[in-house]
């Protein structure tokens, strides 16, 4: 199920505060000099039209939100969201999100990490190419602070199965904890924009949380 076509950006919003690039990251990492203040950072990886990153602003304005996406179009339609929203705790990075935790994130430094609905690469030679990697999941690990969590849902259930037998292979997260699907109370009462699709087409989402042990 591919992305669908994306309304045009209203050039009159103001996305300085709201749309970043990897160039323009704090080196060295500095989440306070992004969002102007210390909080707990989330950080979501593919956000897509931001869905995610509105709910999750809105519903917790003591934590900061941090999203990644490489594709430019959607950086940009996700970021104006939070712009129109007014929301001071999110922001999107047109970008890599590999380099960003590779390169820039450190160690213990964030409370979630959330991937929904990645690109599965179906094609056997391009599977190498998947975000959940074992170089990805043991950055992943590395920079959740203790009692961190990591949050992982699809369609694909193949991608699914391959991502839970790898975990444990290279990292020592505790799970799959269960995460149960809960009703939708309105329309847009969904995760991602993904997901509603998904779930309003009655096909399965499958869905997991791992956490980084306490100590």
């Known amino acids: 199920m591919g992305r669908r ?5 209203d050039p009159s919003i103001d996305l300085s505060a ?9 080196r060295p990492w500095d989440a306070a000099a992004l969002f102007g ?6 950080v979501e990886v593919g956000s897509g039209k931001g869905l995610f990153l509105r709910g999750a602003a809105a519903e ?19 970021a104006a969201g939070l712009a129109k929203a007014g929301l001071c705790n999110a922001l999107v990075v047109h970008g890599d999100a590999l380099r960003i935790f590779a ?5 213990d430094s964030l409370a ?17 190419r998947r975000v959940l990697r074992e170089s990805f999941l043991r950055d992943v690990q590395r920079t959740l602070h203790s009692g ?17 037998e790898l975990l444990p292979s290279c990292t020592s997260l505790l799970g799959p904890l269960p995460v149960p699907e809960t009703p939708a109370e309105h329309d847009m009462a969904y995760r991602t924009h993904f997901e509603r699709r998904v779930r309003l087409a009655s096909e399965p989402v499958y869905r997991a949380e791992f956490k980084k042990a306490e100590g």
Do not use: M
């Open 18 to 26: 709201h749309l970043k690039t990897f160039d323009q990251l704090p």
């Open 148 to 164: 961190g969590s990591l949050h992982f849902w699809t369609d694909v259930e193949e991608y699914f199965r391959t991502t839970l």
């Open 112 to 128: 979630a990490v959330h991937v929904y609905f990645p690109d599965p690469w179906w094609k056997k030679r391009h599977k190498k």
């Open 37 to 42: 203040r210390v909080a707990p950072l989330e």
């Open 60 to 78: 917790r304005p003591e934590t900061d939100f941090l999203g990644v996406e490489v594709v430019r179009k959607y950086a940009q339609f996700a």
């Open 5 to 9: 076509a994306l309304r045009n950006v």
């Open 103 to 107: 390169e820039l994130l450190p160690d």
